[in-house]
């Protein structure tokens, strides 16, 4: 058994009481009401997921295992001579709450090279899907078509206690994130590369190889480092989170449980929202004939956005009531590796102009900048333009959270998902209307 493996197992031990302990002393006390606005509207605030793989509070953003995204990056091991943790680490650090020492990443890193091979049926179906195909449909099916190889699947058929029921979706969970990387770049290559995947390199790490196998030079690999540990969690609630949440609380495996958080990352109002970003600075830039736009021609083009009725991509958030973490985090790189890039200039100007916007619009709860509203301008840069692609970047990153999460699910096990829905003739009694 890997020491990875050997440590979850220490810590779900350790874990488990805790759990017992508050559902059979604790199980009736209250921790919150619902009112009608958040039955209709979302269940935003509704505190009725656990997790502790991450939180998030709306003014600090997001924290990994009780550390902040600065903390995080400091705390990781770094590959030799590179600015930016391995991703190996970070999974590790999600699983155990634990940083690990360099041998310990260096030992993952050999893991998920020895489980990387994508089986040949996978690229079979995504070259029988028309080229045209979104790519997070391409990278939604390759998930969903490993499902064949479920370890879970076949050790449920054989019989499997409910307390080992996390090994099995550890083991998946680990195959999956190995062979994610390799699958996201091949979708890459053959769509808009004519064609010409690059298989993975076998001394590099998970963003090196990445940046390898996506073809694109260094320092794009410590860029995939930074993206897939910004983009890893977000706590529970976010869409992509909570669908594979659910889906797994019906011991459906980490295949099907991950294929379906990604068809929710997949939504503009979610994942797809920073390949909307690029979208809509590109159709600015192109209504001005290629031309730097000015502040005020970003402050029109912001209004004619809200006055046609659209949002205005990569500002707001659900939870957060500042300007998140992981644009800053972006946002520092960008003035390290790319602070005259007109893009980045213009990304900026609209930090200045949207906030205020938004705020006199009266709309938005939260007038700052989330993740999207910066991830797209660095792919830019670095020559990945297909931006339709950017999601699925979001998805190998966003796997890392909640396959972590669905382990600890099966570890505690967590029942099946089954909140009560009401019909609008109830509320409407409850309210005292009828
Ligand atoms: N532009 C214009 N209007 C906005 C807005 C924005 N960026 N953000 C919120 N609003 C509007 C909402 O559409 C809503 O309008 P309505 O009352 O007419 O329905 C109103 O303000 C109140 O919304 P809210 O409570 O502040 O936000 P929410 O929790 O309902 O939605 C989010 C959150 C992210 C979907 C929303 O802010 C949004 O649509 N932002 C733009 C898309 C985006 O960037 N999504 C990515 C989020 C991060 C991620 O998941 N990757």
Redesign the pocket.
Known sequence: MSALKEKLRVKIEEHRPRTVKLLKEHGDKVIGEVTVRQAIGGM?GVKNLVTDISYLDPFEGIRFRGHTIPETLKALPKPKGKEMPYVEGHVYLLLTGDFPTQTEVEEIEDEFKQRREVPLYVWDILRAMPRDTHPMTMFSAAILALQRESLFVQAYNKGISKFDMWEPMYEDSMNILAKLPVIAAYIYRMKYKSDTPIGPHPDLDFGGNFAYMMGVDTPYDDLMRLYFILHSDHESG?VSAHTTHLVASALSDAYYSLSAGMNGLAGP???L?NQEVLRWIQALFAKLGGKVPSKEELEKFCWDT?NSGQ????????VLRKTDPRYVAQREFCLKHLPDDELFKTVSLLYDVVPPI?EK?G????PWP???AHSGVIQWYYGVREYDFYTVMFGVGRAIGVLANIVWDRALGYPIERPKSLTTDMLEEEVGIK
Do not use: E, F, S
Request: aromatic share 4%.
């Open positions: 935003r976010n109002l979610h994942g929202a809200l949002v205005i991509p990569g500002y707001g958030h659900a938004l619009h709309k938005a709860k939260n989330n993740v999207d």
